[in-house]
């Protein structure tokens, strides 16, 4: 009896300790996961972070082309003012017509550039999301299969 009873109590502590060795392994490769997708998420954000700057880049650069040609364009309709003849006046109102058209011509130029930059940033900030979020499914998947393996190793034992 006292043998039966030693043999009972070594298989119980034989499979507590394996459950507990399951249990360990599912939690290890739990914070695996995490830390996996962890990394994942902050390389996305740094790569949605880089977007945005560049983002910001472009239309600042484009803020800088439209002041400009508008200060080209300002330039020119100044000289009718100086104008002191009619001849001048009408010339410089044509000249003047010329350059905020061009000016406007630019402005457009360089807005529709920082827009198509936007629009590529969005879209990089975007996949880059989306590998993220791949990666972290990936990451839980590895997770969840280690810690059913363990069940199924401590469940055998």
Sequence with gaps: MKKLVAALASAMLVTTVFAQTATTDAGKAQLKANQ??????????????????DAAKAQASANEDKASAQADANKEAAKVAQATTPEQASGA?????K??????KKKHSAQSKADKKKQDAAKDADVAQAKADKQKVE???????????????????
């Design 93 to 97: 109102r044509g000249d003047a017509a």
């Design 99 to 104: 350059a905020q058209a061009k000016a406007n």
């Design 36 to 53: 996996q997708k962890a990394e994942a998420q902050a390389t996305a954000n740094q790569k949605k972070a880089d977007a945005q700057h």
């Design 139 to 157: 990451a839980q998947s590895d997770a969840n299969k280690a810690a059913a393996d363990a069940k199924i190793d401590a469940a055998k034992k």
